[in-house]
């Protein structure tokens, strides 16, 4: 994506307790004289800010113009990701545009394929099962994730369909109530100029 200097753009990611998510990202400034953008952009860097759902600010470091971050959620729900370069303009002179290239992994542990390859068969057999039975961990913590906001969101609906059930009958029995006030009324009116 693209920002301008010293701008904070943020991203929301759902990630369930207990869950390693680990972001890539690099940075490229834009270049007037050959209108394009550089690969690298020295001397710039980037403010990563992670918040939980609870507001508590999870991550909060300076990386350089290329990294890797890491943090482990201890709280589900939506955490929000937020990068800003480190220009030191003044925000009137940083005009120029970035594009960041951005890869966040959720729950994923990377197998290191040359400790593998250095092992014998029966190691790889047993690395690569540790890494299923891993995987396995981590679809599961989602999927109980997923139960948990479903119920939550149940409970919800139902709350409000309830509610909804009795602002109608109160209001079914205050227009009753309004219409055997007026018939009563018409009627004592009638009465009262004889013309019943």
């Given at each position: 994506?693209?920002?301008?200097?010293?701008?904070?753009?943020?991203?929301?990611?759902d990630i369930p307790s207990d869950t390693l998510v680990i972001g890539n990202y690099k940075v490229q400034r834009w270049d007037i004289h050959k209108q394009d953008f550089l690969e690298s952009a020295p001397g710039l860097g980037m403010f990563v800010t992670v918040t939980t759902p609870s507001a508590e600010v999870l991550l909060s470091k300076l990386y350089g113009?290329?990294?890797?971050?890491s943090f482990t959620s201890y709280l589900s729900g939506e955490h929000v990701i937020c990068l800003q370069s480190n220009s030191t303009r003044f925000v009137?002179?940083?005009?120029?545009k970035l594009r960041i290239h951005l890869d966040i992994r959720v729950g994923e542990h990377f197998v290191d394929e040359s400790v593998v390859q250095a092992k014998d068969k029966v190691n790889e057999v047993n690395v690569r099962l540790e890494h299923l039975i891993e995987q396995i961990h981590h679809i599961s913590k989602e999927q109980n994730y997923e139960?948990?906001?479903e119920e939550k969101f149940r409970k919800t609906?139902?709350?409000t369909n309830s509610n909804i059930l009795w602002w109608a009958i109160v209001q079914t029995l205050i227009l009753?109530?309004?219409g055997i006030w007026q018939i009563k009324s018409l009627r004592d009116f009638f009465?009262?100029?004889?013309?019943?």
């Open positions: 994506f693209h920002s301008g200097e010293r701008e904070e753009k943020c991203i929301i990611e113009p290329q990294g890797t971050f009137a002179f940083a005009g120029s139960r948990e906001r609906s139902e709350e009753i109530s309004i009465i009262s100029k004889k013309l019943v």
